[in-house]
């Protein structure tokens, strides 16, 4: 069994009963721990080399207990090391050759504890345009349209953040129940300004001399923007007057 950074055995997301399981059912399992957790995103790890599912003759994946125990450690180490897929991929396959070694970590600081001294910074994970179009099965002239409205935006090497193949899906996904992508416009303003908001708050820290100050900020960073999320969500079953799931 693979084992966790911390050298426990897994947290039971994955079935203990040999079979092999749909994408849907992965993606159920995953969710209990992983809410945020998508097809697309489990489409993106296997492009990336974190998992090898299996093929039906008719080209369904089948993924083993194994496959989602690696998932779920992949997802983990995201979550809560803020690694990037490279790191994680070269650090699972390293333990599963039986190798002991070390998992570098931006963890965040617990109160009366000495925050770890990171070793580089991590790079965000990133994707090519070819790589974002079959990861989120989308068309060339649908991307084209989204970064005109600036939903999508490639960074400065023409290269996208990995996050463009959650937002992309769910643009897709809205556009099923006929929200056009002019109609997400006032979401990514909305966005934009409760991105400034968080920088805002930590900006001081990031242009702090001490790095483990400054490796502190991208964890506050992150723990705002999810709250932001939580909040976002909040408000808009408010004004339905719904429940989300």
Known sequence: MLKTPSGGAGHGIAATDGRLMSIGTVLNVLR??????????????????????QRTPSGYRKFSAHDVERL????????DHYLPLKVIREHLDAMERGEAVPLPTLCRQRDGEAAPQPAAAPTAARIGRAELLAAADIGEQELKEWESYGLITPLSDGAYDAEAVTV????????RFGIEPRHLRVMKAAADREAGLVDQVVAPLRRHRNPQTRAHAEARAKELAGLTVKLHAALVQTALGVRLP
């Open 32 to 53: 209990a721990e992983f809410p945020d957790i998508t097809i697309s995103k489990i489409r993106f790890l296997e492009s990336e080399g974190l998992v090898e599912p």
């Open 72 to 79: 779920g450690h992949v997802l983990r180490m995201q979550r």
């Open 168 to 175: 992309a899906s769910l643009i897709a996904e809205l556009g």
